[in-house]
């Protein structure tokens, strides 16, 4: 049985709730020395810049000792350093804790606010925000949210329990409950079990559904509406986690959440800093037994969706409040 490489502690800080970058070189490869391989692995990045970061000491081997531009290539090594970040709009909503304890930070996420960094979404997250928010560095996500839905996620304070809490979702041991504004329709029958096979392929925006066995389950429920013409809201429960899964669902429903970019037409990217017209989809809740702790526990968001509560305001032209 092949031995799991270890990985190394990071040698340099957190920065700004940030993670520095863990690059691991390839155990095989053409390069001579590490920036040969740096230059080739990072050729998205303008010109210069590995040989800028060589030169400044910022890229670091897991002794902490700068890389020098001649080091030679040696397999398997590791390597860390901060990227530059460009400047990013902070998304203007609180980021509210529901709950903290020892083990775990459950929080309330704002729309517009990624969970985690990634692409152009970094130190504007609600990991980073958290991070520097409480001064807990080992803060971890649990599962994540779309970031353009709102409600509740959990994030691990010890990454040793980390495991635990993110084999819940895995073994599908948290019931979890979501909340969504879309048209209504009288001839559609409710409640009901939507049963699919979902595909989401790499670099696609749109998720599709497709013929097969299903891997994704969804109850939808009615919970109120305001008559033909009017919007609905939905009581919706995922027993599965694919990705997009509820707004896939709810638009082979033909009722598309209402502020969806991609269901059931994609649309272009709204430009950076436009927070109006947030999607109309919540966590509501979650509830799980603690494998830690054993306690019992129910989380409830306490935010409210804009187009149910105030339709023309989320409709209008002004900034929108998730």
């Given at each position: 049985?092949?031995?799991?490489?270890?990985?190394?502690p990071?040698?340099?800080?957190q920065?700004?709730?940030?993670?520095?970058?863990?690059v691991r070189l390839?155990a095989?490869?053409p390069?001579?020395?590490v920036?040969?391989?740096?230059?080739?692995?990072?050729?998205?990045?303008?010109?210069g810049?590995?040989d800028?970061?060589?030169a400044?000491g910022r890229?670091?081997?897991?002794?902490?000792?700068?890389?020098a531009?001649?080091?030679p290539?040696?397999?398997?090594?590791?390597v860390?350093?901060?990227?530059e970040?460009?400047?990013?709009?902070?998304?203007p909503f609180?980021?509210?804790v529901?709950?903290r304890?020892?083990h775990?930070v459950?929080?309330?996420?704002p729309?517009?606010?990624?969970?985690t960094?990634?692409?152009?979404?970094?130190?504007e997250?609600?990991?980073?925000?958290?991070?520097?928010?409480?001064?807990?560095?080992?803060?971890?996500?649990?599962?994540?949210?779309?970031?353009?839905?709102?409600g509740?996620?959990?994030?691990?304070?010890r990454?040793?329990?980390r495991?635990?809490?993110?084999s819940?979702?895995?073994d599908?041991?948290?019931?979890?409950?979501?909340?969504?504004v879309?048209?209504y329709?009288?001839?559609?029958?409710l409640?009901?079990t939507?049963?699919?096979?979902?595909?989401k392929?790499?670099?696609?925006p749109?998720?599709?559904?497709?013929?097969?066995?299903?891997?994704?389950?969804?109850?939808v429920?009615?919970a109120?509406h305001?008559?033909p013409?009017?919007?609905?809201?939905y009581?919706?429960?995922p027993?599965?986690?694919?990705t997009?899964?509820?707004?896939?669902h709810?638009?082979?429903?033909g009722?598309?959440i209402?502020?969806?970019p991609l269901?059931?037409?994609?649309?272009?990217?709204e430009p950076?800093g436009?927070f109006r017209?947030?999607?109309?989809?919540?966590?509501r809740r979650l509830?799980?037994?603690?494998p830690?702790?054993?306690?019992e526990?129910r989380?409830?968001?306490?935010?409210?969706?804009?187009?149910?509560?105030?339709?023309?305001?989320w409709?209008?032209?002004?900034p929108?409040?998730?």
């Open positions: 049985m092949r031995r799991k490489t270890r990985i190394p990071a040698p340099l800080p920065r700004d709730g940030v993670d520095p970058v863990r390839p095989e490869g390069w001579e020395t920036r040969a391989h740096l230059v080739a692995r990072l050729s998205g990045a303008p010109p810049v590995v800028g970061m060589l400044a890229i670091v081997g897991a002794d902490g000792r700068a890389v531009p001649d080091d290539y040696v397999p398997g090594m590791y860390w350093f901060h990227r970040l460009p400047a990013e709009v902070p998304v609180p980021l509210e529901v709950y304890d020892a775990l459950v929080a309330d996420k729309h517009f606010l990624a969970t960094p990634r692409g152009g979404h970094i130190t997250t609600a990991l980073a925000r958290l991070r520097r928010e409480l001064g807990v560095p080992t803060l971890s996500p649990a599962h994540r949210l779309d970031r353009l839905t709102a509740l996620v959990l994030f691990t304070v990454p040793e329990e495991g635990a809490y993110q819940l979702f895995r599908r041991l948290v019931r979890k409950e979501y909340e969504a879309a048209p329709d009288p001839s559609l029958a409640p009901r939507v049963r699919s096979r979902i595909l392929e790499r670099g696609t749109a998720a599709r559904q497709i013929a097969g066995e299903p891997n994704a389950v969804t109850r429920e009615l109120e305001r008559g013409g009017g919007p609905a809201r009581r919706l429960i027993h599965t986690g694919q997009h899964q509820l707004r896939v709810m638009n082979a429903l009722v598309p209402l502020g969806d269901y059931p037409v994609v649309l272009d990217p950076a436009d017209r947030p999607l109309q989809l919540l966590a509830e799980f037994t603690d830690v702790t054993g306690t526990h989380f409830h968001s306490g935010r409210v969706l804009t187009a149910w509560s105030a339709y023309q305001e409709a209008g032209t002004g929108g409040r998730p």
